[in-house]
């Protein structure tokens, strides 16, 4: 089941809650990202920006900021200030990947070039920063700056543990912290602080957000493998075709024999694969099971995202939040 194939959808119940909230985000964005001296920032951002996102994780800063009573102005800046951050990692990933398809439409460095990408994306990063030093909290600024950082950390981690067998799941949980749950952590956390709440729920938050994001990379992960390319927009196997050693495989690799594991090393590490390895990597992730052992573990991730909103006030937008932990999953049930 596709997250728009789902009998209920919590993001856009989300939406519509916050509708007032993601008008000023999204005419913040345009605003920001517009340049007078060089046209092609704003049509490279624009491109990504208005591709048809859910804007889950501003949406995350609005939620954790309204549900603890914060009345603004600053959740907003905030929010697209996590925006931001995300469009920049995607323009740089998409590089890094040599991506040619992004929600299913053709990335930018396609349609422009690596080097539009990758300083289109540095300037985002820098008016993510412009946009947090507004608000004039040294506390928001040091949370989202450590993001940046850790997301930048788990991707150089990931070009070293990829194609690597030796990569085990704590590696995995690594750089998925890294690249994905820092940023919804982040996203999260800020909109306590923002709110003044006890450091308790501070904590909280945070923590949601760091589950929640585990549980969404695993599903993403897992999608590649079990999804349907016309709600994913990608392909079956692009992972495996890019030889990204992601949880599904690793699994298949610790349970592998001798000959399994020489499959795995000639086709993630030494990057030699042939018709019908795709098939049969399928196949040998069905002998051990690991998808439905990857889905499981997406599971308690969602739990646990769950379980940390109990320190939160109880409104329809703490609802709204565990509702959404358990949608993250049902993409693959």
Same mark, same amino acid.
């Given at each position: 089941?596709?997250?728009?194939?789902?009998? /209920?959808?919590?993001?856009?119940?989300?939406?519509?809650?916050?509708?007032?909230?993601?008008?000023?985000?999204?005419?913040?964005?345009?605003?920001?990202?517009?340049?007078?001296?060089?046209?092609?920032?704003?049509?490279?951002?624009?491109?990504?920006?208005?591709?048809?996102?859910?804007?889950?994780?501003?949406?995350?800063?609005?939620?954790?900021?309204?549900?603890?009573?914060?009345?603004?102005?600053?959740?907003?800046?905030?929010?697209?200030?996590?925006?931001?951050?995300? /469009?920049?990692?995607?323009?740089?990933?998409?590089?890094?990947?040599?991506?040619?398809?992004?929600?299913?439409?053709?990335?930018?460095?396609?349609?422009?070039?690596?080097?539009?990408?990758?300083?289109?994306?540095?300037?985002? &990063?820098?008016?993510? &920063? %412009?946009?947090?030093?507004?608000?004039?909290?040294?506390?928001?600024?040091?949370?989202?700056?450590?993001?940046?950082?850790?997301?930048?950390?788990?991707?150089?981690? %990931?070009?070293?543990?990829?194609?690597?067998?030796?990569?085990?799941?704590?590696?995995?949980?690594?750089?998925?912290?890294?690249?994905?749950?820092?940023?919804?952590?982040?996203?999260?956390?800020?909109?306590?602080?923002?709110?003044?709440?006890?450091?308790?729920?501070? %904590?909280?938050?945070?923590?949601?957000?760091?589950?929640?994001?585990?549980?969404?990379?695993?599903?993403?992960?897992?999608?590649?493998?079990?999804?349907?390319?016309?709600?994913?927009?990608?392909?079956?196997?692009?992972?495996?075709?890019?030889?990204?050693?992601?949880?599904?495989?690793?699994?298949?690799?610790?349970?592998?024999?001798?000959?399994?594991?020489?499959?795995?090393?000639?086709?993630?590490?030494?990057?030699? %694969?042939?018709?019908?390895?795709?098939?049969?990597?399928?196949?040998?992730?069905?002998?051990?099971?690991?998808?439905?052992?990857?889905?499981?573990?997406?599971?308690?991730?969602?739990?646990?995202?769950?379980?940390?909103?109990?320190?939160?006030?109880? /409104?329809?937008?703490?609802?709204?939040?565990?509702?959404?932990?358990?949608?993250?999953?049902?993409?693959?049930?």
């Amino acid at each position: 089941m596709s997250l728009d194939q789902a009998a /209920t959808k919590p993001h856009e119940r989300l939406s519509a809650d916050l509708v007032d909230e993601m008008t000023a985000v999204n005419a913040l964005i345009r605003d920001r990202m517009a340049s007078e001296h060089a046209p092609r920032i704003p049509e490279v951002t624009a491109h990504l920006v208005e591709a048809g996102g859910k804007r889950l994780r501003p949406m995350l800063t609005l939620a954790a900021a309204k549900m603890c009573g914060y009345g603004g102005p600053y959740h907003v800046h905030l929010a697209a200030t996590v925006e931001f951050i995300h /469009t920049a990692t995607l323009l740089h990933d998409d590089v890094v990947d040599e991506s040619d398809k992004r929600r299913g439409r053709p990335t930018a460095n396609l349609l422009w070039d690596n080097t539009s990408s990758v300083l289109v994306g540095d300037y985002l &990063f820098a008016r993510s &920063f %412009q946009l947090m030093v507004e608000t004039g909290s040294l506390r928001v600024l040091d949370i989202l700056a450590n993001a940046a950082a850790t997301i930048a950390e788990g991707e150089v981690l %990931q070009l070293t543990a990829a194609r690597d067998l030796a990569t085990d799941e704590g590696v995995y949980l690594k750089v998925v912290r890294g690249k994905t749950a820092a940023l919804f952590s982040a996203a999260t956390q800020v909109g306590g602080v923002i709110a003044e709440v006890a450091e308790d729920q501070v %904590q909280a938050l945070y923590d949601y957000g760091d589950a929640l994001g585990v549980s969404f990379q695993i599903v993403d992960d897992l999608l590649d493998y079990a999804g349907d390319p016309s709600a994913t927009g990608k392909n079956l196997g692009d992972d495996f075709r890019e030889r990204k050693l992601t949880l599904p495989v690793i699994k298949a690799v610790a349970l592998a024999d001798a000959e399994e594991r020489a499959f795995w090393a000639r086709t993630i590490e030494k990057g030699d %694969q042939r018709d019908g390895d795709l098939e049969h990597a399928m196949a040998l992730m069905a002998k051990h099971d690991t998808l439905e052992a990857t889905r499981q573990d997406a599971l308690a991730w969602a739990g646990k995202a769950k379980a940390a909103m109990a320190k939160l006030p109880e /409104t329809e937008l703490r609802m709204m939040l565990l509702d959404l932990a358990d949608y993250v999953v049902a993409r693959v049930s």
